[in-house]
């Protein structure tokens, strides 16, 4: 399921810390209401720009909260400008983290990524059902050691899902998947 958030009807020009708590929290309540798997997203059309405070402080603790407080669910933006992507792109970073971003149908990953991690998200985005890590590792051809640091990375980021699997041999184990 996919909820949306119409930004615009905030503002053109949306700046402050304050400002973006506010709205944080009612897309908070937005966000308890999904469940795993499901998919916020905020559409930035008719806001011309907001400030680098008001991203760090919206977007930036979005993510910090999803792995801790909305496990499973994925938030998404589309439709920023050329200020808001700047401006947006320079909180995630700053913060160490990224989120996903629509151009049309095409997902891309908006922050501070390293090559290796967006490797693993690209392997994981190609697959069709959810997978395991040790599935990954061999597509990867890394450690399972080196697999599980990077999935973890990706779950905590909000950028992949985590959920518990049985194996063929009916062992429990963790399956991960990402937007579709």
């Known amino acids: 399921m996919e909820k949306r958030l119409r930004l615009g009807q905030y503002g053109r020009q949306l700046w402050t810390r304050e400002r973006a708590r506010e ?94 991690d967006l490797e693993t998200y690209k392997v994981l985005a190609q697959t069709k059902e959810p997978t395991t890590a040790a599935a990954l590792k061999d597509k990867l051809n890394i450690s399972i050691n080196a697999m599980n640091e990077r999935l973890a990375k990706l779950v905590n980021l909000g950028l992949v899902r985590r959920e518990k699997g049985v194996s063929g041999a009916g062992r429990e184990q963790f399956e991960y998947s990402t937007i579709k």
């Open 23 to 116: 709205i944080r929290q009612e897309i908070e309540t937005m966000l308890q209401a999904l469940t795993a798997g499901d998919v916020l997203t905020i559409d930035a059309e008719g806001v011309e720009v907001f400030d680098f405070s008001f991203a760090n402080e919206l977007f930036g603790k979005l993510v910090i909260g999803l792995a801790t407080d909305h496990p499973g669910r994925f938030l998404v933006v589309e439709h920023l400008t050329t200020y808001t992507r700047e401006n947006l792109a320079k909180a995630l970073e700053s913060m160490n983290l990224a989120m996903f971003e629509r151009k049309g149908a095409k997902l891309d990953v908006l922050g501070k990524f390293h090559p290796v």
